[in-house]
């Protein structure tokens, strides 16, 4: 909502907007758990329909300048289905994965009679957590959203890998960690943004790479444990 402008060169500004409302949704959803010996498994149908959908929409002004900042559309409907399971095939691994496929209907004829979008797409995670002998963790966690239209355009692929390792040392009263963020560099907003009088190829990256080493010691304390998935 900060009403200050950046910019990358004279002709592309990006902005808040001071004017936005929030967004409301009303949900109907049907769901089903099933548990078993090493997992559970869960399932759902879901009708969302939200108002004042923020999205961000891009003008060109008379002199060629573009302003990029969120906006309040009408509404968006979405329909879909999401399956999230739960599995420790071995005491010494657990696995967690979420899988969701949609179809959504944008409407921002508000803003512009064009501001209109039917879209079907999908979003997986799998997160894979190992205890190894030694006190060692090791985790891996991927993201994967497939293309999918805006009601200027469209989003094309979003992917990543997370990793994350930790030792115990010093009897067990140090605890030093490894994080890897994005490890193949991936993590990039990508998409085409399309209007009177231009077409625009974007691709922007929040923060690159990153890998960050941390060491925590104890005194006096025990380690936490780690927190139990709620029922």
């Given amino acids: 909502m900060k009403p200050f402008f950046t910019y990358t060169d004279k002709r592309n500004y990006w902005s808040g907007n ?3 409302n929030p967004e409301f949704s009303d949900v109907i ?3 089903h758990v099933k548990y078993f010996d090493k997992g559970s498994m869960a399932s759902s149908v879901y009708y969302r329909h939200t108002n004042a959908k923020i999205d961000h929409i891009r003008l060109l002004d008379a002199q060629g300048i573009a302003n990029t900042r969120p906006e309040n559309l009408n509404f ?4 879909g289905f999401e399956f999230t399971t739960g599995y420790s095939p071995v ?3 657990k696995l967690d994965a ?3 496929l949609f179809h959504a209907r944008i409407d921002g004829s508000n803003l512009d009679a064009t501001f209109l979008a039917t879209t079907n797409s999908w979003f997986a995670r799998l997160t894979s957590r190992f205890t190894l002998p030694n006190d060692f963790d090791f985790q891996l966690r991927g993201n994967y959203e497939a293309p999918q239209r805006t009601a200027q355009g469209s989003r094309k ?3 990543y890998l997370d990793l994350a390792a930790s030792q115990d040392v010093l009897q ?3 605890t030093l960690t490894l994080n890897i963020s994005d490890v193949f560099n991936t993590r990039k907003w990508r998409g085409i943004t399309e209007g009177a009088g231009f077409y625009t190829e974007s691709s922007f990256q929040w923060r690159r790479r990153q890998i960050n080493m941390t060491f925590n010691y104890r005194i006096k304390q025990a380690k936490a ?5 709620e029922e």
């Fill in 172 to 174: 067990k009263r140090g």
């Fill in 91 to 93: 005491k010494w691994c």
């Fill in 76 to 79: 968006e409907n979405a329909l």
């Fill in 157 to 159: 692929a979003l992917y």
């Fill in 225 to 229: 444990a780690p927190k139990k998935p």
């Fill in 29 to 31: 959803e049907f769901g």
């Fill in 98 to 100: 979420n899988f969701n």
């Fill in 18 to 20: 001071p004017n936005l």
